[in-house]
C-alpha cells in the first residue's frame, strides 16, 4: 500500500485529530496536494488528493478551489472541474495523455480572515481572545491566501510546465523533479509576484502518518536573488512549506495577506 492509498483510508478516521487541530486554530494548516504517482511512465492520468493538514500527509479539511487546473507540457492552462468533495479530502483525476512535466495546481484561494501583529523578532501572532496582544503594538486585517502545486511526469522530462505564472507565492524548481535525488544538493527559486522573493525560509518536510505538529527535517532561506539550494537525507514524499505575508494589493478585502504556498514533490535514490 502505498502513501496515497494509506491517506485515503485514515482520512475518514481522524475525529480526535480533526478535534484538537480545531481547537488549536486552522491557521496552522498546510494546503497540500497528493499524487497516487509521480513517475507516471506510460499511465495515461493520475489520481489526486487535496487537503489541509496538520499531519503530513493525513488528511483533515477537504480543500475547495473554483481554481484548479493543470498546466501540461505543452503550456496549455486546463481547468479541472470534475472533483469529489468529501469532509476530509478532494480527489480528482488528471489526464496525463502527452510526454513531459505537468504542474496540478489548486489555484490562489483566498481564505480566513483573521487579526494579526508582528512581534519585535518578525514573528507574526493572530489575536486570540484568550491572549490580547500588547496596546503598544499595531494590531492589522490579514486575510490568507494558500496555493498548492505538485509536479507528475509521464516519460521524457520538459520544463516548459516548470515556468513561474507571476502570480503570489511560487517555487520554481531549477532542478527537474524527477531528478531531486537524496543526498545530492537540488536548486530552486522563490517568487513573489513574478519576482525575486529573499530572505524566506522554505521549510521541507517528509510526509508519514505519524504524530502531530512535526518539525521540518530541513529549512533553506532564499538569497538576495531569490535562490534555494537544498540537499534531503532520504527518499521519500516531501513539502516545502513558504509562508510570507505583506500588505495587500490595491483593492483587497484586508489591509495585509498572509501567503501560504506548498509543492509537493519525490525524493529518489
Do not use: C
Not at 161 to 188: D, F, Y
Not at 210 to 220: Q, W
Amino acid at each position: 500500500m502505498n502513501l496515497f492509498t494509506a491517506m485515503l483510508r485514515s482520512g475518514s478516521g481522524l475525529l480526535g485529530s480533526t478535534l484538537l487541530l480545531l481547537s488549536a486554530g486552522a491557521q496552522a494548516h498546510m494546503p497540500y496536494l497528493l499524487p497516487n504517482v509521480f513517475d507516471l511512465n506510460t499511465r495515461n492520468h493520475v489520481s489526486i488528493i487535496a487537503s489541509f493538514t496538520d499531519a503530513l500527509f493525513v488528511p483533515d479539511i477537504a480543500m475547495k478551489s473554483d481554481a484548479y487546473a493543470v498546466i501540461t507540457p505543452s503550456g496549455e492552462r486546463q481547468p479541472i472541474t470534475q472533483i469529489q468533495y468529501l469532509k476530509d479530502l478532494a480527489t480528482f483525476e488528471v489526464a496525463t495523455r502527452e510526454p513531459g512535466v505537468y504542474r496540478i495546481t489548486s489555484g490562489e484561494r483566498l481564505g480566513r480572515k483573521a487579526r494579526m501583529w508582528q512581534q519585535p523578532d518578525g514573528v507574526w501572532k493572530f489575536v486570540d481572545e484568550r491572549e490580547p496582544a500588547p496596546s503598544h503594538v499595531k494590531v492589522v486585517d490579514v486575510q490568507s491566501v494558500t496555493t498548492a502545486d505538485v509536479y507528475v511526469t509521464r516519460g521524457k522530462a520538459n520544463r516548459t510546465a516548470l515556468a513561474a505564472n507571476g502570480k503570489g507565492v511560487e517555487l520554481t524548481l531549477q532542478t527537474l523533479p524527477h531528478e531531486i535525488v537524496a543526498k545530492q544538493a537540488a536548486k530552486a527559486e522563490l517568487l513573489f509576484e513574478g519576482k525575486a522573493l529573499a530572505d524566506v525560509n522554505v521549510d521541507f518536510y517528509r510526509g508519514s502518518l505519524e504524530g502531530m505538529n512535526a518539525k521540518p527535517v530541513l529549512t533553506a532561506r532564499s538569497d538576495a536573488q531569490g535562490k534555494i539550494a537544498f540537499t534531503l537525507p532520504d527518499t521519500g514524499t516531501y513539502l516545502a512549506l513558504i509562508r510570507h505575508r505583506t500588505e495587500s494589493p490595491a483593492g483587497a478585502e484586508t489591509a495585509w495577506r498572509s501567503y501560504s504556498y506548498t509543492l509537493t514533490f519525490a525524493v529518489v535514490e
